[in-house]
T-cell receptor, first 111, second 116 residues
């Protein structure tokens, strides 16, 4: 059964304090792994897609990496505006476009 | 931000009411989705339409009825809901499955539903 587990559930960082969020997954053939950012009361905003182990993608202070079992979202020198819930989702290689989501990591960056 | 729009943004309804949620995508996609997001739970896929045909219905109660009149519009008709149906309902769109980055799903802002 396809499964996604994110940790930690919540993370508080001081501004400038770098850290990483984890997404562990079990899927019957990975088609893609997706990272989204979600602000309170809003829909998820697409950040990255990773397709194969070893792949990395960067956007401003965020960097996503992928292995065969997990993905990390590294946040370098975060700012308060990076505070949000970060969601990880996987898509299995079954021909359908279904995403299986984790419960997210709620990040708070303190000035 | 305006690629996928949803209306209304907030909805309060009684258990005997009938209401509809609307979603519109302006991205030229041909697949659309309804998700339910409850507190402390992962997003739950409810319905998938690809090329205007329903291809997935994840055991959703019949009090939720989707409609996809064309590739740009998606509706979720609601009737005789229960308080546990209170949640954020999200619409998303993508290209139909074919492999590659075009399959990324883009979400609307959601409709916050409260059932009394």
């Amino acid at each position: 059964e396809d499964q996604v587990t994110q940790s930690p559930e919540a993370l508080r960082l001081q501004e400038g304090e770098s850290s990483s969020l984890n997404c562990s997954y079990t899927v019957s053939g990975l088609r893609g792994l997706f990272w989204y950012r979600q602000d309170p009361g809003k829909g998820p905003e697409f950040l990255f897609t990773l397709y194969s182990a070893g792949e990395e993608k960067e956007k401003e202070r965020l960097k996503a990496t992928l292995t065969k079992k997990e993905s990390f979202l590294h946040i370098t020198a975060p700012k308060p505006e990076d505070s949000a819930t970060y969601l990880c989702a996987v898509q299995a290689n079954t021909g359908a476009n279904n995403l299986f989501f984790g419960t997210g990591t709620r990040l708070t960056v303190i000035p | 931000e305006t690629g996928v729009t949803q209306t209304p943004r907030h909805l309060v309804m009684g258990m005997t009411n009938k209401k509809s949620l609307k979603c519109e995508q302006h991205l030229g996609h041909n697949a659309m989705y309804w998700y339910k997001q409850s507190a402390k739970k992962p997003l739950e896929l409810m319905f998938v339409y690809s090329l205007e045909e329903r291809v997935e219905n994840n055991s959703v109660p019949s009090r939720f009825s989707p409609e996809c009149p064309n590739s740009s519009h998606l509706f979720l008709h609601l009737h005789t809901l229960q308080p546990e149906d209170s949640a954020l309902y999200l619409c998303a769109s993508s290209q139909a499955p074919s492999g590659g980055p075009r399959e990324t799903q883009y979400f609307g802002p959601g409709t916050r539903l409260l059932v009394l």
